[in-house]
């Protein structure tokens, strides 16, 4: 029967050297402890952006899990998203779940959602996205800075209006408007750490979804 070895491994004559804990997996492998969550990431969970293939979700809601809070930050990444309907813009808002039909404005603003780009994607263009949600404040901050959309055998990066936060919307529940540049920080003030409690999602404001998928990844700092 294979065993796990775990001791101590002194390397001299290297930046960093010193004895530091290992562990070998049972085919002889060595093993680095502290990198999954660290460096690669944590997959929390992963969306069917089709429905099981019914194509008729207009928006995606994720009911935050508790321990998802454990993290420092957790990224959003949309993977071969297409709108089968009319022209449309994505963005993220966030509402509790208590009341889920009541979108939260941000702090200090009558904006309530966070979007890639005031430019509509076009109609059954496969586009990809990537937020990254700070959640260990009561602020929390979504970054937009990663979306682009395939026309043919060319790549387009919707213009944007700040390349750290991208564009802010009105959100009625249905559609997005007012897009506008953030003048300064945004983020939902929920008055304590971590999202347990409430629902994002992921608004699409013409025509359903007919292909990809979301990614939930979680990280924390060393």
Not at 106 to 118: E, L, N, Q, R, Y
Not at 152 to 179: E, H, M, R
Request: charged share 15%; with cysteine; aromatic share 10%.
């Amino acid at each position: 029967m294979a065993h796990k070895i775990k001791g101590d491994v002194q390397i001299d004559g290297l930046s960093g050297s010193g004895t530091r804990p290992v562990a070998v997996d049972s085919t002889g492998k060595l093993i680095e402890e502290t990198a999954t969550a660290k460096t690669n990431g944590t997959l929390l969970g992963t969306v069917d952006m089709t429905n099981g293939g019914a194509d008729n979700l207009q928006n995606i809601d994720i009911v935050w899990q508790s321990s998802w809070d454990d993290y420092d930050y957790v990224d959003l990444v949309v993977a071969d998203a297409r709108n089968g309907g009319a022209n449309s813009r994505s963005a993220w808002a966030l509402a509790s779940v208590g009341t889920p039909s009541t979108w939260i404005n941000f702090s200090g603003s009558i904006k309530d959602a966070a979007g890639w780009s005031i430019t509509s994607v076009p109609q059954n263009i496969t586009w990809h996205g990537v937020a990254r949600m700070w959640i260990q404040s009561s602020l929390k901050r979504t970054a937009c800075n990663s979306m682009m959309y395939n026309v043919d055998s060319s790549s387009i990066y919707p213009s944007i209006g700040s390349y750290t936060q991208a564009t802010v919307f009105n959100y009625s529940g249905t559609t997005l408007t007012s897009g506008a540049s953030p003048t300064g920080w945004f983020g939902w003030d929920t008055g304590s750490k971590g999202l347990d409690g409430y629902i994002l999602r992921l608004v699409q404001d013409g025509g359903t979804l007919n292909n990809g998928t979301i990614k939930i990844v979680g990280y924390k700092y060393p």
